[in-house]
């Protein structure tokens, strides 16, 4: 790796280990899985899909997919939720939305898509004009794609510490408006692919701390999932080669 400051800010947060796991993520992702009952398969890391089942899911219930494209989750919502219920699968660039809108015409059964609706919003303003409007969310959150970054010479080179802090920022206003559009006794899944902690737990700590007594943390179970202060990441350097993925699971009192 050329880029030291890139190399020091990881290295501040995973010390010895640093070396092991920057390696791990300059080497190739695992093999790519599908979900079963799809028109045409979807492949995806087999840790995303682990990741959206977490979302505790019933037929019936009203869902939103904040930051929805390229699809992938929502698409293993809408197996759960059968052309039940509702769901809003969100991404403001229109390019990502038409990619998406293909994918699950493509890999989602009529009666499956059928309840989905695809929107451009701003997430981070979307808790002030729909309030307690869902009773599960997914915000897979923008975030620093430290893996993308380190196997792409062109992004490293633009890298800065202000990159993380400016994507904190987003983050903490998309999952602060997630809050207010979910419904007491709903329940919220907050995932990134960052090593980052200042993205992922850090972000959980912060809303709590915003919001005592209002959100309770809920356990969750991910392979090669690793606890953290508050949720649990996916590491490619000790779970051959998945990852990352950090993911928290929300109950709103």
């Known amino acids: 790796m050329h880029k030291p400051d890139f190399n020091g800010f990881y290295r501040e947060?995973?010390?010895?280990?640093?070396?092991?796991?920057?390696a791990a993520m300059l080497s190739e992702e695992e093999d790519k899985t599908s979900i079963d009952g799809l028109l045409e398969p979807y492949f995806m890391d087999r840790t995303s899909i682990e990741t959206a089942m977490l979302l505790p899911i019933e037929e019936g219930l009203d869902v939103l997919d904040m930051c929805a494209a390229p699809g992938g989750k929502s698409i293993v919502i809408a197996s759960r939720l059968k052309g039940s219920g509702s769901l809003v699968s969100n991404d403001r660039s229109p390019d990502r939305r038409g990619r998406m809108r293909k994918a699950f015409e493509t890999s989602l059964p009529e009666d499956w898509r059928s309840n989905i609706t695809i929107t451009g919003h701003d997430a981070s303003k979307w808790g002030v004009y729909e309030k307690e409007a869902y009773d599960r969310i997914l915000l897979d959150s923008p975030c620093s794609s430290e893996r993308?970054?380190?196997n792409s010479p062109e992004h490293l080179s633009q890298w800065s510490p202000s990159r993380p802090k400016r994507l904190q920022a987003l983050q903490f206003s998309m999952i602060s408006s997630a809050l207010l559009a979910l419904r007491p006794g709903g329940i919220m899944l907050y995932s990134t692919c960052s090593i980052n902690r200042g993205e992922d737990e850090d972000i959980i700590a912060r809303l709590m701390k915003k919001h005592p007594g209002e959100i309770r943390?809920?356990?969750i179970a991910l392979e090669y999932g690793e606890e953290r202060e508050h949720g649990a990441i996916v590491l490619p350097d000790r779970s051959g080669g998945r990852g990352p993925m950090y993911a928290a699971l929300l109950k709103k009192l």
């Open 148 to 150: 993308h970054v380190m």
């Open 13 to 22: 947060q995973y010390g010895e280990r640093w070396e092991g796991l920057a």
């Open 217 to 219: 943390e809920l356990p």
